[in-house]
């Protein structure tokens, strides 16, 4: 089992994009979805992310301009990105929390691959 993340490329500053990301296979408890990013020479940062109940957080520099959501029958997860900056530029890497597979025991992290996000004109 795996997250499968998709989405990102070259945009132009104040474009928009969506990621989307989801578990593959079935046996998939999720506790938090969401988006890490990490830019040349920085570590890595939380984007956004949304819990099973539908509680979300944001970085402070994204809030207002991307949005973070569930389709919880699918186990999808989408990040909407509105009125793109350069500083945006960066890989996105799609997280999950929670236990996927048939077999027993904690919740724990999963990533994607990571997919790169190019803000630029």
């Known amino acids: 089992v795996q997250l499968q993340a998709s989405g990102g490329g070259l945009v132009q500053p104040g474009g928009s994009l969506r990621l989307s990301c989801a578990p593959s296979?079935?046996?998939?408890?999720?506790?938090?979805m969401g988006w890490f990013r990490q830019a040349p020479g920085n570590q890595r940062e939380l984007v956004a992310r949304?819990?099973?109940?539908?509680?979300?957080k944001y970085l402070e520099s994204v809030k207002g301009r991307f949005t973070i959501s569930r389709d919880s029958a699918k186990n999808q997860a989408y990040l909407q990105m509105n009125s793109l900056k350069v500083d945006d530029t960066a890989v996105y890497y799609c997280?999950?929390?929670?236990?996927?597979?048939?077999?027993?025991?904690?919740?724990?992290?999963?990533w994607g691959q990571g997919t790169e996000l190019t803000v630029s004109s």
């Open positions: 997280w999950l929390y929670g236990r996927l597979g048939t077999k027993p025991g904690p919740p724990t992290n999963y």
């Open positions: 296979g079935s046996a998939v408890v999720i506790n938090t």
């Open positions: 949304v819990t099973s109940a539908g509680d979300t």
